[in-house]
């Protein structure tokens, strides 16, 4: 818990004090009057997008979950991947998010090997789909990456995607490599704490082993029989990005701003490429950084940093916020039962 506050008060710190930076820096007589004629309306739609794209990922995670032979309903699903955005917001990469939807799709009574499997093939999905757009969107961004710093901060994210993209398919193609891999480690860790904690890592050992042999097993039944299942899952894909990425042009609409047609689209398929990049909680700083400089191409000045501010405020402190709630609920449903079953 103490670990959880840190890094949520470190994240908090460099997202507020980066995004007053932004504002402050494009702020002028402009700003007051754009914050006065705000459509309210497309605000609250912009909420409502948010939103949505937790039902659409949802959505996948029971399709993906289906296709294996294990049913999870989509009012469960929404509340298991809702409550990962609280955890992925606070640790770099939103690599937190992952371990708790394995470990709450193992609550639910599907085997670890499995639920990695699913959480794993949605990541998977993800920098698919991103890696194909970021071509489009760095040719559409072809003027703005002429500039050298930035070129190679693109450079370094489409880099990492591919390398971790290489090393799940390499994983998933080379099983016997991932069982010795991991074997290996596990046993450095057996000599490094001696003949104390002998049993623990033998147990440790066996376990492992008969996970990733689920594990593999359902990759090879969701790429042999469960193909229309994951064609739904690559559907929820296509369409998670879409509505999520549909955010920003209305946040723009209702501060007055028209959107510049695919250009905002290609902006946040390279956000998300350099977003990816372990650097800070949450990506907090770097995020914002980025952000001003990608919108600033179709943002006039004056509003870019209260358009900066309200991705923000709806891309990250609102997963914070739901997810920090479900999360609650989630643990307090938990002990519930638990004192029930006692």
């Given at each position: 818990m103490k670990?959880?506050?840190?890094?949520m008060a470190?994240?908090f710190?460099?997202?507020?004090t980066?995004m007053?930076?932004v504002?402050?820096?494009?702020?002028?007589a402009?700003t007051?009057?754009?914050i006065?004629?705000i459509k309210p309306?497309y605000?609250v739609?912009?909420?409502v997008?948010?939103?949505s794209s937790y039902?659409v990922?949802?959505l996948?995670?029971s399709?993906?979950?289906?296709?294996?032979g294990y049913?999870?309903?989509?009012t469960?699903?929404?509340q298991i991947v809702?409550?990962?955005t609280?955890?992925a917001?606070?640790?770099?990469?939103?690599?937190g998010?992952?371990?708790l939807?394995?470990h709450l799709l193992?609550?639910?009574?599907?085997?670890?090997?499995?639920?990695?499997?699913v959480?794993?093939?949605e990541?998977?999905l993800?920098?698919?789909i991103?890696?194909?757009?970021?071509p489009?969107?760095l040719?559409l961004?072809r003027?703005?990456?002429?500039?050298?710093?930035?070129d190679?901060i693109i450079?370094a994210g489409?880099?990492?995607?591919?390398?971790?993209?290489?090393?799940?398919l390499?994983a998933?193609?080379?099983p016997?490599?991932t069982r010795?891999?991991?074997q290996w480690i596990?046993?450095?860790?057996?000599?490094?704490?001696?003949?104390?904690?002998?049993?623990?890592?033998?147990?440790?050992?066996?376990k492992?082993d008969?996970e990733?042999e689920?594990?593999?097993?359902?990759i090879?039944?969701?790429?042999?029989?469960?193909k229309i299942g994951?064609l739904k899952?690559i559907?929820?894909?296509?369409?998670f990005?879409?509505?999520?990425f549909?955010?920003?042009?209305v946040?723009l609409?209702?501060l007055?701003?028209e959107p510049l047609?695919?250009?905002?689209?290609?902006?946040?398929v390279?956000?998300?490429?350099?977003?990816i990049?372990?650097t800070?909680?949450?990506?907090s700083g770097v995020?914002?950084?980025?952000?001003t400089?990608?919108f600033?191409?179709?943002?006039p000045?004056?509003?870019l940093?209260?358009?900066?501010i309200?991705?923000?405020a709806f891309?990250y402190?609102?997963?914070?916020?739901?997810?920090?709630?479900?999360?609650?609920k989630i643990?307090r449903?938990?002990v519930?039962?638990?004192r029930m079953?006692?």
């Amino acid at each position: 818990m103490k670990k959880t506050t840190k890094w949520m008060a470190l994240s908090f710190l460099i997202s507020l004090t980066v995004m007053a930076g932004v504002l402050i820096y494009t702020f002028d007589a402009n700003t007051l009057e754009s914050i006065r004629n705000i459509k309210p309306f497309y605000i609250v739609l912009a909420i409502v997008l948010h939103l949505s794209s937790y039902a659409v990922w949802g959505l996948r995670t029971s399709v993906l979950s289906k296709a294996l032979g294990y049913r999870i309903g989509l009012t469960n699903a929404i509340q298991i991947v809702t409550s990962s955005t609280f955890l992925a917001s606070i640790t770099p990469s939103s690599i937190g998010g992952e371990p708790l939807r394995i470990h709450l799709l193992n609550n639910n009574n599907m085997p670890i090997g499995s639920a990695t499997a699913v959480v794993l093939g949605e990541r998977v999905l993800d920098a698919i789909i991103i890696l194909l757009a970021a071509p489009f969107a760095l040719y559409l961004f072809r003027d703005i990456t002429a500039d050298h710093n930035f070129d190679v901060i693109i450079i370094a994210g489409e880099v990492f995607l591919f390398f971790i993209l290489g090393i799940l398919l390499y994983a998933i193609w080379k099983p016997m490599h991932t069982r010795r891999a991991i074997q290996w480690i596990v046993k450095r860790c057996e000599n490094a704490f001696g003949e104390k904690r002998k049993t623990f890592f033998c147990n440790l050992s066996e376990k492992i082993d008969t996970e990733l042999e689920e594990f593999h097993d359902s990759i090879y039944y969701i790429l042999s029989k469960g193909k229309i299942g994951l064609l739904k899952g690559i559907i929820c894909t296509l369409f998670f990005w879409i509505v999520e990425f549909s955010m920003l042009p209305v946040i723009l609409i209702g501060l007055n701003v028209e959107p510049l047609g695919l250009v905002v689209y290609a902006a946040q398929v390279l956000l998300m490429i350099v977003v990816i990049i372990p650097t800070t909680p949450g990506s907090s700083g770097v995020a914002e950084l980025c952000a001003t400089t990608l919108f600033s191409v179709f943002v006039p000045t004056y509003v870019l940093g209260i358009v900066v501010i309200s991705w923000r405020a709806f891309t990250y402190y609102m997963n914070l916020l739901v997810g920090g709630f479900v999360s609650f609920k989630i643990l307090r449903d938990t002990v519930l039962v638990n004192r029930m079953l006692k």
